[in-house]
């Protein structure tokens, strides 16, 4: 014997047909015996029978007419916007706009840093020169103590021709010192710097 | 490939809408002819408007048409093609409420007396009632929550079997047979209080 809240859920597989053998034994069964199942049954069974009578509509007349219609200017709108998207380049998908960007951005990138490059093509001075010569109280000339850059080229020697005349009263013992690009640490006990009166 | 000795209406739904991909245009009318009236009753059910039913009906054809390679054939047209009206149906629906709802919230509150049904003896009413009319019916109808109409109109009005409800609104077979049980269930409860609103 099965329980109402059982019955209950399985009033739609019986009336679908698509209950097993035994369960609709016991539904019949329930069915039979217990009454407020037997007009829930019934009820669900006109509601069902109430769908299935519903009146069937059916389309109008203009409805082909009207969809030919709509299909016809549906096809011309894709035309005409493939045609405009053809002569505006909206059809050049939004990921090759990105990549022209990044190459253009790259590209500008690069030009600017030539141009600064040229701008600060100079050698500065290693930094325990500049220290000594803050030491000394020759600040005044340190902004301009800078070699040129004609003289001071990787491997090549260093002297006191080196200097711009606005720092010539500096003479760096520099017969040794040569520029590598690659290591520009320079020992400061090996480097003497002397002053001249 | 398609047996072009075929007649159009001997063939399939499958075979049809894989004319139309070669580009037969008279297949496509084809599945027009066979469609539109069975469309057509399933959004009018939905929607209970027949000029509002027939524009879903049309925008679901006009979907398959600039759509059609987007069909394949691992599901059933027909399952393809109900989704669409489906789909189409329920944001008709819902843009409908949200019109009701902004309409109703600029009325006075007492002329909103007819929407309140007391709810008392579920089934003993509708038994008595034998023949329930369209309009009783329509109004229960409509007081399901979508869900629930949805997969009654799909079995109980067009008929469609279990997989293919299930196929349609994506979901497995036994939540269709649960489904299905609640949604009439609920159904008759409606149509009780319908009846017992009009007397």
């Known amino acids: 014997m099965i329980s109402c809240y059982q019955f209950k859920e399985l009033i739609s597989e019986y009336l679908d047909g698509e209950i097993s053998y035994s369960r609709r034994k016991l539904f019949e069964e329930h069915l039979e015996s217990c009454a407020n199942c037997r007009r829930l049954f019934n009820s669900v069974k006109i509601s069902i029978q109430s769908l299935h009578r519903l009146p069937r509509v059916h389309v109008s007349e203009n409805f082909y007419l009207n969809l030919r219609n709509r299909i016809v200017e549906?096809?011309?709108?894709?035309?005409?916007?493939?045609?405009?998207?053809?002569?505006?380049?909206?059809?050049?998908?939004?990921?090759?706009?990105?990549?022209?960007?990044?190459?253009?951005?790259?590209?500008?990138?690069?030009?600017?840093?030539?141009?600064?490059?040229?701008?600060?093509?100079?050698?500065?001075?290693?930094?325990?020169?500049?220290?000594?010569?803050?030491?000394?109280?020759?600040?005044?000339?340190?902004?301009n103590a800078s070699f040129d850059r004609r003289v001071a080229q990787p491997g090549r020697p260093v002297n006191e021709n080196s200097f711009t005349p606005d720092n010539r009263f500096l003479q760096i013992d520099t017969s040794d010192l040569y520029l590598k690009e690659a290591d520009k640490s320079f020992d400061r006990e090996t480097r003497p710097i002397k002053h001249i009166k | 490939?398609?047996?072009?000795?075929?007649?159009?209406?001997?063939?399939?739904?499958?075979?049809?809408?894989?004319?139309?991909?070669?580009?037969?245009?008279?297949?496509?009318?084809?599945?027009?002819?066979?469609?539109?009236?069975?469309?057509?009753?399933?959004?009018?059910?939905?929607?209970?408007?027949?000029?509002?039913?027939?524009?879903?009906?049309?925008?679901?054809?006009?979907?398959v048409y600039i759509n059609r390679h987007a069909y394949r054939e691992i599901a059933k047209f027909s399952t393809w093609i109900y989704t669409i009206t489906a789909n189409l149906a329920k944001t008709s629906l819902r843009k409908r409420k949200y019109r009701k709802v902004m309409h109703l919230s600029h009325m006075g509150p007492n002329e909103d007396k007819d929407f309140?049904?007391?709810?008392?003896?579920?089934?003993?009413?509708?038994?008595?009632?034998?023949?329930?009319?369209?309009?009783?019916?329509?109004?229960?109808?409509?007081?399901?929550?979508?869900h629930f109409k949805t997969i009654l109109i799909l079995r109980d009005i067009q008929e469609l079997s279990y997989e293919e409800i299930s196929k349609i609104l994506d979901i497995p077979i036994g939540t269709v047979k649960s489904r299905i049980n609640r949604a009439r269930l609920r159904l008759q409860k409606e149509i009780s209080k319908v009846l017992k609103g009009k007397k």
């Open chain 1, 74 to 143: 549906e096809r011309d709108r894709i035309v005409k916007r493939a045609r405009s998207r053809r002569l505006t380049f909206a059809g050049v998908p939004s990921l090759a706009y990105g990549l022209l960007l990044a190459v253009v951005a790259v590209s500008v990138f690069f030009v600017v840093m030539k141009i600064q490059g040229k701008k600060t093509g100079g050698y500065e001075l290693p930094p325990y020169v500049k220290q000594q010569i803050i030491g000394s109280g020759s600040e005044k000339s340190l902004k």
């Open chain 2, 1 to 63: 490939m398609v047996k072009a000795d075929k007649t159009r209406y001997k063939l399939t739904d499958e075979e049809l809408i894989a004319m139309f991909q070669d580009g037969d245009e008279g297949a496509f009318e084809e599945l027009v002819n066979r469609y539109a009236d069975r469309l057509l009753n399933f959004a009018y059910r939905f929607v209970f408007d027949k000029q509002e039913a027939e524009d879903i009906v049309q925008d679901t054809f006009l979907r």
């Open chain 2, 116 to 146: 309140e049904i007391k709810d008392e003896g579920e089934f003993n009413l509708l038994e008595k009632d034998l023949r329930v009319d369209e309009d009783v019916v329509q109004r229960a109808l409509d007081r399901l929550p979508e």
